[in-house]
T-cell receptor, first 111, second 115 residues
Framework: SQKIEQNSEALNIQEGKTATLTCNYT??????LQWYRQDPGRGPVFLLL?????KEKRKERLKVTFDTTLKQSLFHITASQPADSATYLCALDSNDYKLSFGAGTTVTVRA | DARVTQTPRHKVTEMGQEVTMRCQPI?????VFWYRQTMMQGLELLAY????????DSGMPKDRFSAEMPDATLATLKIQPSEPRDSAVYFC?????????????FGPGTRLLVL
């Protein structure tokens, strides 16, 4: 069966450090993978998209890698700030622009 | 600043009552998605439209849920009759549905509590 697994534990880090989140998947062949941020009481907000032929993508302090052999994506937040505290969701395209989402990893950045 | 809007934002109802949730997608977006989010199941796709035509509603309990797009500016999700297990946050999202732009834009959600 298809499965998307993100860090099972919440991530607590000190301000200024790098947060690294993992997204592993089985029985998918995604053409792309997306990362979303969700704050409490709000809908998910798109952050980054990485395609199957791309190894790495960056946007400001965010970096995403995609390894289709390992079936894994890593999401890095560098120089983390308390404002980065949120839940981060990975999403895979499953067919025809539909997305399947992981359960999310909650990140808390301590000042 | 274009955004997806949803109404109502909160709904408390009693078991057996009909619930209707509404969504206005971003103007020009041709794909609309309905999701349900719970702590246990996470974000699940319920139904999906392109150019107002339903493409996939396999995630929806057919006996009680229905989704429609009466026009390009309105999508509805109905539950009749509602049950306590339907308590969740329901999100609508829209997108351009193109290979150049696969991003989905989510609304603020409708928080539903069925007593």
């Amino acid at each position: 069966s298809q499965k998307i697994e993100q860090n099972s534990e919440a991530l607590n880090i000190q301000e200024g450090k790098t947060a690294t989140l993992t997204c592993n998947y089985t029985n998918y062949s995604p053409a792309y993978l997306q990362w979303y941020r969700q704050d409490p009481g709000r809908g998910p907000v798109f952050l980054l998209l990485i395609r199957e032929n791309e190894k790495e993508k960056r946007k400001e302090r965010l970096k995403v890698t995609f390894d289709t052999t390992l079936k894994q994506s890593l999401f890095h937040i560098t120089a983390s700030q308390p404002a980065d505290s949120a839940t981060y969701l990975c999403a895979l395209d499953s067919n025809d622009y539909k997305l399947s989402f992981g359960a999310g990893t909650t990140v808390t950045v301590r000042a | 600043d274009a955004r997806v809007t949803q109404t109502p934002r909160h709904k408390v109802t009693e078991m057996g009552q009909e619930v209707t949730m509404r969504c206005q997608p971003i103007l020009g977006h041709n794909t609309v998605f309905w999701y349900r989010q719970t702590m246990m199941q996470g974000l699940e796709l319920l139904a999906y439209f392109r150019n107002r035509a339903p493409l996939d509603d396999s995630g929806m309990p057919k006996d009680r849920f229905s989704a429609e797009m009466p026009d390009a500016t309105l999508a509805t999700l109905k539950i009749q009759p509602s049950e306590p297990r339907d308590s969740a946050v329901y999100f609508c999202a829209s997108g351009l549905g193109s290979t150049e732009q696969e991003t989905q834009y989510f609304g603020p959600g409708t928080r539903l509590l069925v007593l």
